[in-house]
């Protein structure tokens, strides 16, 4: 076994995603164990994804991809895990692109605490969501005071330093991964940046619902600013302590 299998877990949360995640799990674990935290579905998500190698942690009710992250990522800590690589479980996130992640790991691993995203290919994504997309980053990128890639990509490296850190969060829903990135900020700790690949089935269908997510977005954009002013405040807080 590799170093990086011994040390990093690949962390698929899912829900209702029987037909979708077996191939997902099989490609992950040609580079990692695979963890699937099953969030309530009310299909075959968790056989399939045992039938594929998966190690499985079911939720029994679907609490939201935020509280399924927590979930698999408290069990990579006990587990004793020094990072976790998070990807979706639809197949828009390429497992062959893991060992992109995990070789900026292995350049960063003696750091304390970082973050890595795969930023996605915007130019390859549908004009309407290219255009969202773009104002979204905007926006968000103003709200935490620095030039933010893909501040929605699921695709992600998180070191245990930040995964202690982000395990605070009360977020349950897809404001969590919003607050990652607002933790990092915060604490002063480093995001790296990879591209990857973006990948959408032909004939697939959003299901945002355009002013629900929009109002969402802004409820989280806000909320992201109150965090880094408060963590990064809280962490000068505990600087001054420690040089008494």
Same mark, same amino acid.
């Given at each position: 076994?590799?170093?990086?299998?011994?040390?990093?877990?690949?962390? @698929?949360?899912?829900?209702? #995603?029987?037909?979708? $995640?077996?191939?997902?799990?099989?490609?992950? =674990?040609?580079?990692?164990?695979?963890?699937?935290?099953?969030?309530?579905?009310?299909?075959?998500?968790?056989?399939?994804?045992?039938?594929?190698?998966?190690?499985?942690?079911?939720?029994?009710?679907?609490?939201?991809?935020?509280?399924?992250?927590?979930?698999?990522?408290?069990?990579?800590?006990? *587990?004793?895990?020094?990072?976790?690589?998070?990807?979706?479980?639809?197949?828009?996130?390429?497992?062959? #692109?893991?060992? %992109?992640?995990? *070789?900026?790991? +292995?350049?960063?691993?003696?750091? /304390?605490?970082?973050?890595? @995203?795969?930023?996605?290919?915007?130019?390859?994504?549908? !004009?309407?969501?290219?255009?969202?997309? +773009?104002?979204?980053?905007? $926006?968000?990128?103003?709200?935490?005071?620095?030039? @933010? /890639?893909?501040?929605?990509?699921?695709?992600?490296?998180?070191?245990?330093? !930040? $995964?202690? *850190?982000? !395990? #605070?969060?009360? #977020?349950? +829903?897809?404001?969590? *991964?919003?607050?990652?990135?607002?933790?990092?900020?915060?604490?002063?700790?480093? $995001?790296?940046? @990879?591209?990857?690949?973006?990948?959408?089935?032909?004939?697939?269908?959003?299901?945002?619902?355009?002013?629900?997510?929009?109002?969402?977005?802004?409820?989280?954009?806000?909320? %992201?600013?109150?965090?880094?002013?408060?963590? +990064?405040?809280?962490?000068?807080?505990? =600087?001054?302590?420690?040089?008494?």
């Amino acid at each position: 076994m590799s170093p990086s299998a011994q040390t990093v877990l690949a962390l @698929i949360p899912a829900h209702n #995603e029987a037909g979708r $995640i077996g191939p997902v799990v099989t490609a992950a =674990r040609r580079h990692l164990p695979v963890l699937v935290v099953d969030d309530g579905s009310a299909d075959a998500t968790a056989q399939e994804a045992r039938d594929h190698g998966a190690e499985v942690l079911s939720l029994p009710i679907n609490q939201g991809k935020g509280a399924a992250l927590k979930a698999g990522l408290a069990f990579a800590l006990r *587990e004793g895990r020094q990072a976790v690589v998070t990807l979706d479980a639809d197949g828009q996130h390429d497992p062959q #692109e893991i060992p %992109a992640f995990l *070789e900026v790991f +292995g350049a960063h691993s003696a750091e /304390p605490a970082f973050l890595i @995203i795969g930023y996605r290919r915007f130019a390859q994504m549908p !004009l309407q969501r290219t255009l969202t997309n +773009g104002a979204a980053r905007w $926006i968000f990128s103003w709200a935490v005071g620095r030039r @933010i /890639p893909d501040n929605q990509s699921g695709y992600r490296l998180l070191s245990r330093g !930040l $995964i202690e *850190e982000v !395990l #605070e969060s009360k #977020e349950g +829903g897809f404001a969590f *991964e919003v607050e990652v990135i607002a933790r990092t900020i915060g604490r002063g700790w480093p $995001i790296y940046w @990879i591209p990857v690949r973006t990948i959408y089935a032909v004939g697939e269908r959003s299901h945002i619902k355009p002013w629900t997510h929009l109002t969402s977005f802004v409820r989280v954009t806000l909320r %992201a600013r109150q965090i880094v002013a408060a963590v +990064g405040r809280r962490h000068s807080t505990e =600087r001054g302590s420690q040089s008494r």
